[in-house]
C-alpha cells in the first residue's frame, strides 16, 4: 500500500511536470503580437489559451484524482470534481468581474477619452487595451465629478456624521471577529446604522440645486457642466428612492396586518386583487401615467414620480408583510388586547416595534428597486436638475460619449456605492425572499 | 379557520356593503376635494391641481369617522384603505385610462391643451359665423376632422373707448360704466397741449371711478378716454369650418369686440384605428417586434436559467470551500444597479475602443472588430442577451442555491440507502424537485424580461435600424419599447394613443403569463381555505 501512495505521489508530480511542459510550450512558440487595424492581436492565441485552460484543469484535477487515490481511495473522483470546479468558478468569477474591474480602473485613469491610440508601453494587457494603463492612475476624474458640488457648512457637519457613523458601523462588525462580543457593542452598532440612515436621509434632503454650479476664473457662477450635476442627480434619485420606501413601509404596513390578522368577507378577493396587480409593472401603463401626471399638474415633480411609483410598491410589500406576520405567534397581541389595548394599540404598540427587522427589508427592497427604475423617470422628469442618476448617465452615453468615459465612469462608480453598500450589508435579508415558493421574481 | 383575534368576530358586512360604503366615501371626498380645488382657484387663480388632494383627504377621514361609528364591522377595510386608495389611483386607474386612450388619437399635437400658436385674427363677426384672416395659421389639418367638435377660445377686444366726466388728481370718473365683468387695467389719455397720448396703469376701480398710478403731466382731452380692458377669453366649440369661415356653438356676446381666436389641441375617440392601424402596419412592425421580443426572453431566461443552476449546482457542493465566498462575489451585478451597469456596458461593447472587442482580438477569437450595437441586428441581439445573462445569472443563481438548500438532506439519505448513485440521486431527486421550485421563478422571469425596458433602451436605443422594420420599430426593439417610441419621441410623431393601444396588446400578453404562473404555483390556494 505504501508503494502505492509512492506511484500516486510520482504520478502526481509526473503529471504536473508534463502540464506545465505544455503551457510553457504554448506560452513560449505563441507569436509576436501585431496591430491589426486599431486592435493588437495575437494570432492563433485562442486555440493556445484553451490549449492551456486544459492542460492546467485537467491537469489539477488529475493531480487531485491522484491524491485522492493516495489519500482516501473511495472518493478519489470528487477531488478530481473539486479541483475543476474551483478552477471553473474562478473563470466565472474572472468573467463577471472583468467589467467591473474594467470600469473601476477606467475611473481611476487620467485618460478621459474611449477614443484614442493603444499605449506603447506596459505589458501585454495594457498595450492590447484589455485594462487601461495603471501608469495613468489619478483621481482627476472624481474631481471633475465633485469640483461643481459647493457644500455649506451643514452639508459638511451631516457627512463628517455619516463618515464617522459608517466606520463605527465597520468597526463593531469587524470586532466580533477577534473575540470582542458584547451586548453593547450591538448597541452600539445599531445606533450607528440608524445614524447612518439618519444623517445620510437629512443630507440628501438638505442639498439642492443651488449648490451645483461652476465657477469663472473671475468668480462668476457657471451652469454646472454635465458631470458637475451628477452628484445632484445621485441626490435626486436617494430622495425619490428614500421617499418611494418610506411610502411602501407606510401603506403596506396595516394592509398586511388586516391581510394576516383579521378573518373578513371579501379577503381572498382582495389578496387576489393585490397579487395580481402587482404582477403588472406600473410603466405599462406609461402613457396614462403621463397623462393623469400631466392632468394632476405633477408632471417634472418629484411627488408625481414617487406617487406612480408607490401604486406599484404596495402590493408587493404588502404580501410581504403578511408572510411575515403569518410567521408570528398572535398571542402577543392578545395578551395586550387582554390587557386593555384596542386593536390599533395592539399594531402601534405591539406588532410594529417587532416588525423593524421587516420593514426595513421592505424599505430597503423597495430603494433598491426604485434606484434602477428608468422608463418613468424620463418619461416624467424633464428638468435637467431633476433628473435621476439613470437619465444623467444616459446624457452621457448619447452626447458626448467618446471623450467623457473616465467622467461617466467615476459618475456610475459615484451612483452604484449606496446600492453596492446597501445590498452587501443586508445582502442576506435582500437575496433571501426568491427561495422557493415566493411570489415574485 | 377562525380569527386569531376576538374583536373582529363582528364581520357582519359583505363585500359590496363594505366597499360600497368606502367607494361612497371616496365619492364624498372626491367631490369635496374637487369644491375644494375649485374654491381655492376662485381665490387664488394660479393654484395647481393637486391642492384637491389634501382637501379631500381632510374630507375622508371625517367620513371614514362617521361610518366607522354607524358600522364597527368596517375596521378591516380601513386596515386596507390606505393601500386600496393608491393601488386604485395609480396602478388600476392607469390601466383602465390605458384603455380608454387606446381608442383616442391623444398625440403631441392633440394633448388636450390649448394651442397658443394657432391664434389667428377675426376679421368679421355674423352671430355665430366667424371669418378669421388666416386659416392656416389655426392649422386644422392636424387634427382628426378638420375644426369640427373642436373647443376653441374667442378673445375679446383690449379696448373701448369712453368719454369721462372728471380728472381729479389721480382719480378718474367715466361717463359710462366699463363692461361688466370686466378689469381696466389702464387708460389711453389724449393731451391736445403736447401733442400725442400717454397711457396709464389703472391701480384701482370702483365703478366708473377709477384711481391713476399717477396725476397725468397735462390736462387730457376727456371727451373721449381709451379704457384698456384685459384680455378676455370666451370658450366655445367650432362646429364647422368652411375656408376662412368657422361657425360657432353659439353666438358672442354684443358688447364685446372680438380680435382673435385660437383652438385647442382636442383630441377624441377614434374606434379601433389605432389597432387597425398596428394591424396594417404588423408585417414590418408587429410581427417582428413581437418575435423577437419572445426570442429575447425565451433565450434570456433559458440561458440564465441553464448557467444560474450549473453554477448552483457547483456552489451547492458542501464540501467546497470558499462557497460562500464565491457566492458573495458572484452576486456583484445584483449588487450594482443596472440602470447604472447597462449603460457602462455601452463603453464596453463600443466597436472600435471598448473592452470586449479588445479581448476578442487579443485572443485572435474575431477577424474583424464586431460592431456591437450600431451594426447588423444580429450582433446586437447577441450583445442584449449577453448583458442580460451578466445581469441575470446572479439572481437564477441565488434563487436555484435557495431551492436547493430547502431540498432536506433526508431525502439524498433515503436515496443512498435505497442503492442510487450520486448521479442517479441527483438526476431523479434534485432534478424533480428543483423543477417545481424553479417553474414559478422562470415564468417571473419570463414575464419580466417580455417587458425589460431597461437593457434595450440604455444598451442599443431599440436600435440598429433594419431593412425589414420601421423608424419606431428596429432591430431590438421589443413591445414595450416599440410603444415607448411611438408615444414620446419624435420619430413616433408622440402618438400616445397609438402607444397605449400596443401597451394593451402587452396587458393581454402578460395577463396571459400571470394566470399561467398562478395556475402553476397555486400561491393562494391555501389562502383560498383560511
Known amino acids: 500500500m505504501i508503494a502505492g501512495k509512492r506511484v500516486h505521489y510520482l504520478s502526481m508530480a509526473v503529471v504536473a511536470l508534463l502540464a506545465a511542459l505544455g503551457v510553457y510550450l504554448l506560452a513560449s512558440t505563441a507569436p509576436e503580437p501585431v496591430m491589426r487595424g486599431r486592435m493588437l492581436v495575437i494570432p492563433g492565441a485562442w486555440w493556445r489559451f484553451l490549449g492551456m485552460f486544459v492542460l492546467v484543469t485537467g491537469g489539477l484535477a488529475l493531480c487531485a484524482y491522484l491524491y485522492g487515490l493516495a489519500t482516501r481511495p473511495l472518493r478519489a473522483w470528487r477531488y478530481a470534481v473539486t479541483a475543476s470546479t474551483h478552477i471553473f468558478i474562478w473563470l466565472v468569477i474572472l468573467a463577471v468581474f472583468y467589467p467591473v474591474v474594467y470600469l473601476l480602473s477606467v475611473s481611476f485613469n487620467r485618460n478621459d477619452t474611449l477614443a484614442g491610440a493603444l499605449p506603447r508601453e506596459g505589458n501585454l494587457l495594457v498595450r492590447s487595451g484589455v485594462f487601461p494603463n495603471p501608469a495613468d492612475l489619478s483621481v482627476v476624474q472624481y474631481l471633475k465629478v465633485l469640483r461643481e458640488t459647493h457644500l455649506l457648512p451643514l452639508h459638511w457637519l451631516l457627512v463628517a456624521v455619516l463618515v464617522t457613523a459608517i466606520l463605527v458601523v465597520l468597526g463593531t462588525a469587524l470586532l466580533p471577529r477577534f473575540g470582542f462580543r458584547s451586548a453593547r457593542l450591538e448597541r452600539v452598532r445599531g445606533l450607528a446604522g440608524w445614524t447612518v440612515f439618519g444623517s445620510a436621509a437629512l443630507l440628501v434632503l438638505s442639498v439642492g440645486p443651488g449648490q451645483f454650479y461652476g465657477v469663472s476664473a473671475d468668480g462668476r457662477r457657471l451652469p454646472a457642466s454635465i458631470g458637475g450635476m451628477v452628484p445632484l442627480y445621485i441626490r435626486n434619485t436617494l430622495l425619490v428612492s428614500g421617499t418611494t420606501g418610506v411610502l411602501a413601509v407606510l401603506l403596506s404596513t396595516t394592509a398586511g396586518y388586516a391581510f394576516s390578522r383579521m378573518r373578513f368577507q371579501g379577503r381572498y378577493t382582495t389578496l387576489l386583487t393585490f397579487v395580481f396587480v402587482q404582477m403588472f409593472p406600473t410603466f405599462m401603463a406609461l402613457v396614462a401615467i403621463f397623462y393623469l401626471m400631466s392632468r394632476l399638474d405633477l408632471l417634472n415633480t418629484f411627488t408625481g414620480l414617487i406617487l406612480a411609483y408607490s401604486g406599484g410598491a404596495i402590493a408587493f410589500s404588502s404580501w410581504i408583510f403578511k408572510g411575515y406576520l403569518d410567521s408570528l405567534t398572535p398571542s402577543l397581541e392578545e395578551q395586550a388586547m387582554v390587557d386593555g389595548a384596542t386593536r390599533w394599540g395592539a399594531f402601534w404598540r405591539v406588532i410594529l416595534p417587532i416588525s423593524v427587522p421587516m420593514l426595513l427589508f421592505i424599505f430597503l427592497n423597495q430603494f433598491i428597486g426604485t434606484y434602477s427604475e428608468f422608463i418613468l423617470a424620463n418619461t416624467l422628469l424633464v428638468g435637467q436638475e431633476r433628473w435621476t442618476v439613470g437619465i444623467g448617465l444616459r446624457n452621457f452615453t448619447t452626447n458626448q460619449f467618446a471623450t467623457q468615459w473616465g467622467a461617466m465612469a467615476a459618475s456610475a462608480v459615484l451612483g452604484s456605492v449606496p446600492i453596492l453598500a446597501i445590498f452587501y450589508s443586508f445582502q442576506d435579508a435582500l437575496t433571501g425572499q426568491f427561495t422557493a415558493g415566493s411570489v415574485k421574481g | ?530
Not at chain 2, 63 to 83: G, K, N, Q, S, T
Not at chain 2, 121 to 130: N, S
Not at chain 2, 212 to 220: D, I, K, S, Y
Request: hydrophobic share 50%.
Open chain 2, 1 to 530: 379557520m377562525k380569527d386569531h383575534l376576538p374583536r373582529s368576530r363582528t364581520t357582519a358586512g359583505g363585500v359590496f356593503r363594505s366597499l360600497g360604503l368606502i367607494a361612497l366615501a371616496l365619492l364624498l371626498a372626491t367631490a369635496v376635494g374637487v369644491a375644494g380645488y375649485l374654491l381655492v382657484r376662485l381665490l387664488a387663480p394660479e393654484a395647481p391641481a393637486f391642492v384637491g388632494i389634501p382637501i379631500g383627504t381632510v374630507a375622508l377621514v371625517l367620513v371614514l369617522r362617521y361610518i366607522a361609528r354607524r358600522f364597527a364591522w368596517i375596521m378591516p377595510w380601513y386596515y386596507l384603505l390606505p393601500a386600496i386608495v393608491f393601488l386604485l389611483t395609480f396602478t388600476f386607474f392607469p390601466v383602465v385610462l390605458t384603455i380608454g386612450l387606446a381608442f383616442t388619437d391623444y398625440a403631441g399635437v392633440r394633448n388636450g391643451e390649448l394651442n397658443v400658436s394657432s391664434e389667428t385674427p377675426i376679421v368679421a363677426i355674423d352671430g355665430e359665423r366667424l371669418q378669421i384672416a388666416n386659416p392656416g395659421t389655426l392649422d386644422c389639418r392636424s387634427l382628426r376632422d378638420g375644426c369640427n367638435g373642436v373647443r376653441a377660445v374667442v378673445y375679446a377686444s383690449g379696448e373701448v373707448t369712453l368719454p369721462a366726466e372728471s380728472l381729479d388728481g389721480t382719480t378718474l370718473v367715466l361717463g359710462e360704466e366699463p363692461p361688466a365683468g370686466r378689469t381696466v387695467v389702464g387708460v389711453e389719455l389724449d393731451m391736445p397741449d403736447l401733442g400725442f397720448a400717454a397711457t396709464l396703469r389703472v391701480v384701482e376701480q370702483d365703478g366708473p371711478v377709477l384711481t391713476l398710478e399717477r396725476q397725468p403731466p397735462f390736462p387730457p382731452d376727456l371727451t373721449s378716454v381709451g379704457v384698456v380692458l384685459d384680455r378676455q377669453a370666451i370658450r366655445r366649440t367650432i362646429v364647422a369650418e368652411e375656408g376662412d369661415r368657422l361657425t360657432l356653438d353659439a353666438p358672442l356676446p354684443e358688447d364685446v369686440e372680438a380680435v382673435s381666436i385660437a383652438r385647442y389641441n382636442d383630441f377624441g375617440f377614434v374606434g379601433w384605428r389605432n389597432f387597425r392601424r398596428i394591424l396594417a402596419s404588423a408585417p414590418r412592425a408587429l410581427v417582428p417586434v413581437f418575435g423577437w421580443n419572445i426570442s429575447f426572453a425565451f433565450l434570456t431566461v433559458l440561458l440564465n436559467l441553464a448557467a444560474g443552476v450549473f453554477i448552483a449546482v457547483l456552489l451547492n457542493n458542501k464540501a467546497l470551500r470558499f462557497r460562500n465566498l464565491y457566492r458573495t462575489l458572484l452576486i456583484i451585478p445584483w449588487a450594482l444597479p443596472s440602470v447604472i451597469t447597462i449603460q457602462v456596458w455601452k463603453g464596453f461593447l463600443n466597436q472600435n475602443f471598448g473592452a470586449i472587442n479588445r479581448v476578442l482580438a487579443l485572443l485572435d477569437i474575431s477577424p474583424e472588430p464586431i460592431n456591437w450595437l450600431l451594426g447588423d441586428a444580429t450582433a446586437a441581439r447577441a450583445a442584449v442577451i449577453l448583458v442580460n445573462l451578466w445581469l441575470g445569472l446572479p439572481f437564477m443563481m441565488t434563487a436555484t442555491l435557495g431551492a436547493l438548500s430547502a431540498i432536506p438532506d433526508d431525502v439524498y439519505e433515503a436515496a443512498r440507502i435505497d442503492g442510487a448513485s450520486a448521479w442517479q440521486a441527483f438526476w431523479s431527486v434534485t432534478g424533480p424537485l428543483l423543477r417545481t421550485a424553479l417553474v414559478p421563478i422562470t415564468l417571473s422571469s419570463f414575464a419580466f424580461n417580455f417587458n425589460n425596458f431597461n437593457v434595450i433602451f440604455l444598451l442599443t436605443d431599440g436600435g440598429p435600424p433594419v431593412p425589414w422594420g420601421t423608424a419606431t420599430a428596429r432591430g431590438t426593439d421589443i413591445l414595450i419599447s416599440w410603444a415607448y417610441n411611438e408615444a414620446f419621441r419624435s420619430q413616433g410623431g408622440y402618438a400616445y394613443g397609438f402607444g397605449s393601444a400596443i401597451s394593451l396588446i402587452i396587458f393581454v400578453i402578460t395577463l396571459g403569463v400571470s394566470l399561467m404562473n398562478f395556475r402553476v404555483t397555486g400561491a393562494l390556494k391555501e389562502e383560498a381555505r383560511a
